[in-house]
């Protein structure tokens, strides 16, 4: 069912301190900062050849990263993305499953325009899992 | 400098349990465990199209996992690496830039029988981060 890594995320304390650690001692190439100001993150897209690292940063109140900081005030792998052809199918074999799907179980339109959903951390090792619509 | 996302790399409490929810939740395709007694991990790789998660469980005493699983109990995102042309070449430019790179410096033969190195975590937003050299 999963496709692709989209991508990982990291949330950081300091996006430009950050983005400039991933840019000139990792030597890898590092987007403009994007607000997204709907998901209250502004985000630097660091692009591998395979993949990307996402580097996420609060934005406004309410920002969905903001208790991570707070609980991890250095930063951290926040989530990892993985992409699937049909959300609402995945979602149901997921639910059918077990494994519960965050928030009333319907997709959201994510941060890159696209369906998203996210799966519970307790029902998956500690880790977040967002799920994302991509079609072939 | 970096090349492609290698892996994440996940630690799991129970890995038979995470296994299953990789393969049968998510429908992904998953190998058979593999013990590593001289890295103290067994492991189970999950297969996606363009990289790979590795499930961690320790094996044996002093498993490079173990600290990790007694703070998480319920295992989380451990660490994510990047492939490298010239692992030493890498590490040069690194210290010369000011990161940290853990233990004695020099590359050590990794999970997949490839040098690699750690870079100390507090340099990179609380994550750790690993390097494989992989010639292409």
């Given at each position: 069912?999963?496709?692709?890594?989209?991508?990982?995320?990291?949330?950081?304390?300091?996006?430009?301190?950050?983005t400039?650690?991933y840019r000139?001692?990792?030597?890898?190439?590092v987007s403009?900062?994007?607000?997204?100001?709907?998901?209250?993150?502004?985000?630097v897209?660091v692009?591998?050849?395979?993949?990307?690292?996402?580097?996420?940063?609060?934005?406004?109140?309410?920002?969905?990263?903001?208790?991570?900081?707070?609980?991890?005030?250095?930063?951290?792998?926040?989530?990892?993305?993985?992409?699937?052809?049909?959300?609402?199918?995945?979602?149901?074999?997921?639910?059918?499953?077990?494994?519960?799907?965050?928030?009333?179980?319907?997709?959201?339109?994510?941060?890159?325009?696209?369906?998203?959903?996210?799966?519970?951390?307790?029902?998956?090792?500690?880790?977040?899992?967002?799920?994302?619509?991509?079609?072939?």
């Amino acid at each position: 069912m999963i496709g692709n890594l989209n991508h990982i995320a990291i949330a950081v304390p300091d996006l430009a301190a950050a983005t400039a650690k991933y840019r000139d001692q990792l030597g890898a190439a590092v987007s403009e900062p994007q607000e997204l100001p709907e998901h209250g993150v502004t985000v630097v897209f660091v692009k591998l050849p395979n993949t990307k690292v996402e580097l996420l940063h609060p934005l406004g109140e309410n920002s969905p990263i903001a208790a991570f900081l707070k609980k991890n005030p250095s930063g951290g792998m926040h989530h990892m993305c993985f992409e699937v052809e049909d959300i609402r199918a995945a979602a149901q074999k997921l639910s059918d499953e077990g494994a519960r799907v965050l928030g009333d179980g319907e997709p959201k339109i994510g941060a890159h325009g696209l369906p998203v959903l996210f799966l519970h951390p307790k029902d998956f090792d500690g880790t977040l899992i967002e799920l994302e619509e991509v079609k072939k």
